[in-house]
């Protein structure tokens, strides 16, 4: 009986003591931001980030509704959004997870904003299973290719974008990039650096 007990007990102690924080990687440092809810995925938060921070020396800032914890799923842990939409700096590198608490994000018109504004001026932006819907929620694959979460393939199109059935695809000369998941986003980051480097953009309107 003991067994299960220290098991469960670990699990606890794992998802108390090692939380999904942001890096911090000087004030000269390109920034990452990553929007970040409850019911976030803790693999599509921490892998993609983690890699653009490794590949760019970025610092890597979670943007919350409000700051402090936030419950994780899949598997289950603590994110510490440093940043609310006030406070939150200007982003190079834009990462959306999806998540199962993904629908909250439509009701919170501040951070819909600011995912709006960001998606607008950053350099790159990655969007991960249902991470593309929100970023579609906010006209931001209105007219571009996207893929995401295969369940949501009808609601992406509603919401205006071309829907591709692959693990990956890119718009905007390789500045937007959709994933199905957190393996293929990560299999597309080098890529999405390189095109953001060196391809000439404007903003959107």
Same mark, same amino acid.
């Given at each position: ?64 509704? !409000? =700051? &402090?914890?936030?419950? +994780?799923?899949?598997?289950? $842990?603590? /994110?510490? *959004? ?81 829907? !591709? =059935? &692959?693990?990956?695809? +890119?718009?905007?000369?390789? $500045?937007? /990039?959709? *994933? ?26």
């Amino acid at each position: 009986m003991k067994l299960p007990w220290r098991r469960a007990d670990r699990a606890r102690k794992a998802w108390e003591l090692d939380p999904i924080r942001g890096i911090d990687a000087g004030s000269e440092a390109l920034v990452v931001g990553v929007l970040v809810y409850r019911g976030v995925s803790s693999a599509e938060v921490e892998t993609p980030a983690a890699r653009l921070a490794e590949r760019l020396g970025a610092t890597v800032a979670l943007v919350g509704a !409000e =700051t &402090g914890p936030l419950h +994780a799923v899949e598997p289950a $842990r603590s /994110v510490i *959004a440093g940043f609310d939409p006030v406070s939150a700096p200007p982003v190079d590198y834009l990462v959306v997870p999806g998540g199962l608490g993904w629908k909250q994000v439509l009701d919170d018109l501040s951070l819909r904003d600011w995912l709006g504004a960001t998606a607008r001026d950053a350099r790159g932006i990655l969007a991960i299973s249902t991470g593309s819907l929100l970023l579609a929620s906010v006209g931001r694959l209105t007219g571009k290719h996207a893929t995401g979460h295969w369940l949501a393939e009808d609601d992406l199109a509603a919401l205006g974008a071309v829907v !591709e =059935t &692959g693990r990956t695809a +890119a718009d905007d000369m390789g $500045r937007v /990039v959709t *994933a199905s998941g957190v393996l293929a986003a990560v299999s597309t980051i080098d890529e999405l650096i390189e095109s953001a480097q060196w391809s000439e953009w404007l903003p959107e309107s």
